[in-house]
T-cell receptor, first 114, second 114 residues
Framework: KAGVTQTPRYLIKTRGQQVTLSCSPI?????VSWYQQTPGQGLQFLFE???????NKGNFPGRFSGRQFSNSRSEMNVSTLELGDSALYLC?????????????FGSGTQLSVL | AQTVTQSQPEMSVQEAETVTLSCTYD???????LFWYKQPPSRQMILVIR??????QNATENRFSVNFQKAAKSFSLKISDSQLGDAAMYFC???????????FGQGTTLQVKP
């Protein structure tokens, strides 16, 4: 089975632009979560999607949004980029909604905002 | 606040020796799951070990084991027979019930000396 795939691996954008990141979960997994990792704040939960519905959302401004498609692939969008949005964005998938399921992570998308 | 705390920013261990990484957490739930993840320079988060809070028996996975003290809300990771490939950043995390949301500690960078 292929693992969690995130594209692109690297992105460079300028302030004010918007960006879309993609995550393809492990085949058969219906839950996708997104995390932001920065040296200062560590790993922070952005949001989670399950069967195309957002189930949970972290404490991020409305500039951060996401969606999930019927094939469970997910995208997250950041509009009006700020320098502080520079981070590694990680996606994780799990089979369903049970707490005892393992989360499997992708290798992340490194976003640099200039 | 429901937090996860790793008090050791950096640790080092001699190859073939044993090292213990500490983690404490705060929760109001009685049933939850705890995880240790490893993040090597490749940036991919790799699940090391998982502990169900309702199980008193400590989880083990080959050279990795945990010391889970539920009353003290402590969840330490022991790595036996350390190998050079164990060098990475290690994150302790707690999963919210029935969600894909993980709360991570700040991480511990482990150096393995030959």
């Amino acid at each position: 089975k292929a693992g969690v795939t995130q594209t692109p691996r690297y992105l460079i954008k300028t302030r004010g632009q918007q960006v879309t990141l993609s995550c393809s979960p492990i085949s058969g997994h219906r839950s996708v979560s997104w995390y932001q990792q920065t040296p200062g704040q560590g790993l922070q939960f952005l949001f989670e999607y399950f069967s195309e519905t957002q189930r949970n959302k972290g404490n991020f401004p409305g500039r951060f949004s996401g969606r999930q498609f019927s094939n469970s692939r997910s995208e997250m969008n950041v509009s009006t980029l700020e320098l502080g949005d520079s981070a590694l964005y990680l996606c994780a998938s799990s089979p369903g909604a049970s707490t005892n399921e393992k989360l499997f992570f992708g290798s992340g998308t490194q976003l640099s905002v200039l | 606040a429901q937090t996860v705390t790793q008090s050791q920013p950096e640790m080092s261990v001699q190859e073939a020796e044993t090292v213990t990484l500490s983690c404490t957490y705060d929760t109001s739930e009685s049933d939850y799951y705890l995880f240790w993840y490893k993040q090597p320079p490749s940036r991919q988060m790799i699940l090391v070990i998982r502990q169900e809070a309702y199980k008193q028996q400590n989880a083990t996975e080959n050279r990795f084991s945990v010391n889970f003290q539920k009353a003290a809300k402590s969840f330490s990771l022991k790595i036996s027979d350390s190998q050079l490939g164990d060098a990475a950043m290690y994150f302790c995390a707690r999963r919210y019930s029935n969600t894909g949301k993980l709360i991570f500690g700040q991480g511990t960078t482990l150096q393995v000396k030959p």
